[in-house]
């Protein structure tokens, strides 16, 4: 396409929620798009594809199914194309593994002529001559710039250390994004502590646990209250659905600022297989009354790090007892979670951008960015950005289809591509109202 015609819709970043867009966009012909990522290649969270790992959601909550089953990018018609149709029917499997995963958006993605990878965006501003964004992209050693009606960020999140970790810099700590790149030295360090209670430290464990050598001390430590499964009732999962999105957004954002920290157990606890697995490893372990050479504390909270002893010595207090103490221990996994960034790129548009009182974009139902001034025909899109704004469902890959198609709804107005249900869930989240 001509750099000079601008982009309907030109999206900064290629993980699982773009590339849904991309797939959904695909069969529109009168919508022009083009995504830009500036890896060279697809990936999804390398660090942690691990053997035997799976995702928490079923196969269902692909780019497109729940949104339309028919599509050419669906996971089954991947399978298809793999020739493994009937090797996945017979395995039985509703929720795959993440290699799996990870192979099948690569696929898509690959297949998608929409998709440029190797091209980092480093500019998103906004011309008011033309009433465009103006995208500024670096590819190799050519710098070009493109126009674009609309713009939709999906950059993700960032791995995030607290802060006693985060202001000690120490080869000896790595964050759970990174474990699969440091796993063969941890596995023969004589000492490895796992920080955290959510999936990516339960499987690291786990991980260490079955590779443990006789003489290696493991640790897993958590300022939780327990090693908590994650909510996973059929009910429970409503929180998940479209449904449970509006109702969430109609409430006022202090309120939403309440809510979200008292909802973990939703999608920051570890599955119940995964917990079972880690038990009866352990089990094993011990048989015969052996000592098992593995520590499992919650309510600990590691209040600073040092140089010391083996490698670190992380200083702890136990939350419910207000005792301190310290562990000695050659290498740390940091699996403490992620936090929503804003993206350098978007800093032109700062003066058009209107932020929360807690310096967070202020989002309208449709995931548009609101901005202080109108900009005519063109909207600024954000996906996976939204947990303050639309609740728990923003980073769930079973939301991604529902939310592409409504971004790609917005932008057609009074004639949607994708019909939508506009009942998802049993559960009434609001007032309920008689029949």
Known sequence: MN????????????GPFNLALAALADPIAELSTLFLERKPEFSWHPGLLLPGTQLQVPFLADLVTLVEPRSPW????????????????????????????????????????????????????????????????????????????????????EPALPHALAAFDNPAICHSAQYSYHRAELFSARDVTVIGSGQSSAEIFLDLLRHQSDDQQLRWLTRSAAFAPMEYSKLGLEHFTPDYTRYFYSLNQDTKDVMLPSQGQLYKGISADTISEIFDELYEKSVGNAQVSATIAPNVEVEAATTGGPGVILNC?????????????????????????????????????????????????????????????????????????????????GLGAWRAATILNALTGDDPCYRLPQRTAFTTFGVPVAH
């Open 74 to 157: 669906s996971f089954l018609a991947y399978l298809q194309a793999q020739d493994r149709l009937f090797p996945f029917y017979f395995s039985e499997r509703f929720h795959v593994a993440r290699r799996e995963y990870d192979h099948y958006c690569r696929w898509v993605a690959e297949s998608l002529p929409t998709c440029q990878f190797g091209s980092d965006v480093t500019s998103v501003a906004w011309d008011d001559t033309d009433e465009l964004f103006e995208v500024t992209y670096e590819r190799g050693d050519i710098v070009r710039e493109i126009r674009a009606r609309n713009v939709v960020l999906g950059v993700g999140t």
């Open 3 to 14: 750099d000079d015609v601008p982009y309907d819709l030109v999206g900064v970043g290629i």
């Open 317 to 397: 207090r136990h939350l419910q007892l207000d005792q301190r103490f310290a562990v000695e221990t050659e290498r740390v996994v940091a699996g403490t979670g992620y936090r929503a960034r804003i993206p350098a790129c978007v800093e032109p548009l700062s003066d058009f951008i209107q932020y929360d009182h807690a310096g967070r974009f202020q989002i309208d139902e449709n995931y548009r960015v609101k901005a202080k001034t109108e900009l005519p025909g063109s909207a600024l899109f954000i996906q996976n950005g939204e947990l303050h704004s639309h609740g728990v469902g923003a980073p769930d890959l």
